[in-house]
T-cell receptor
Framework: KQEVTQIPAALSVPEGENLVLNCSFT??????LQWFRQDPGKGLTSLLLIQSSQREQTSGRLNASLDKSSGRSTLYIAASQPGDSATYLC?????????????FGSGTRLQVQP | EAGVTQFPSHSVIEKGQTVTLRCDPI?????LYWYRRVMGKEIKFLLHFVKESKQDESGMPNNRFLAERTGGTYSTLKVQPAELEDSGVYFC?????????????????FGPGTRLLVL
């Protein structure tokens, strides 16, 4: 059974810092991995999706990497801003024919101090 | 392009009552998913529709939950009768065609959720 862990659970940094959020998963047989952000009381916003065959994806100041063999993904945020404050969630779609269910981690709550 | 919408945004009901949640996926998305987060837990998968057919309902907790997607457009999730442990946030998501080859087509787009409180 796939399990997804995110460390740290919470993180507070001053504005301008580069930071890394970690995600690990127990079963390396994945189809893809998706990073989301969630603002308080809001839904999930998709940030990046990485296919199992890819090593990384970039969008603006965000860069997500994937090391499938070691069961790890990282989300790198460059030059953090107060507007980046949110909960970041990692979700894995396992390589299971016909199944598209995502398995979520519990998230990292990020606070960027102005 | 309109995103995934859910109704209502909040619902407060008493134990034993019935509640029906609605989800409208992004237009043209064949795949529709229901997830939920109960207090203090991770978001968990409930079920997946491809058009009007249930593709995967392995996450449905028990037979008090009934999901439908008549006509392959919007979906409803009914909880009857509701129990205290059903309280949480219910999310709906959608994605494009099952044979999609682009990252955009495989991305699951989430709605804002319905916050359910059972008293």
């Amino acid at each position: 059974k796939q399990e997804v862990t995110q460390i740290p659970a919470a993180l507070s940094v001053p504005e301008g810092e580069n930071l890394v959020l970690n995600c690990s998963f127990t079963d390396s047989a994945i189809y893809n991995l998706q990073w989301f952000r969630q603002d308080p009381g809001k839904g999930l916003t998709s940030l990046l999706l990485i296919q199992s065959s890819q090593r990384e994806q970039t969008s603006g100041r965000l860069n997500a990497s994937l090391d499938k063999s070691s069961g790890r993904s990282t989300l790198y945020i460059a030059a953090s801003q107060p507007g980046d404050s949110a909960t970041y969630l990692c979700a894995v779609r396992s390589l299971d024919t016909g199944r598209r269910a995502l398995t979520f981690g519990s998230g990292t709550r990020l606070q960027v101090q102005p | 392009e309109a995103g995934v919408t859910q109704f209502p945004s909040h619902s407060v009901i008493e134990k034993g009552q019935t509640v029906t949640l609605r989800c409208d996926p992004i237009s043209g998305h064949d795949n529709l998913y229901w997830y939920r987060r109960v207090m203090g837990k991770e978001i968990k998968f409930l079920l997946h529709f491809v058009k009007e057919s249930k593709q995967d309902e392995s996450g449905m907790p028990n037979n008090r939950f009934l999901a439908e997607r008549t006509g392959g457009t919007y979906s409803t999730l009914k909880v009857q009768p509701a129990e205290l442990e059903d309280s949480g946030v219910y999310f709906c998501a959608s994605s494009q065609d099952a044979a999609g080859v682009t990252l955009r087509q495989e991305t699951q787009y989430f709605g804002p959720g319905t916050r359910l409180l059972v008293l």
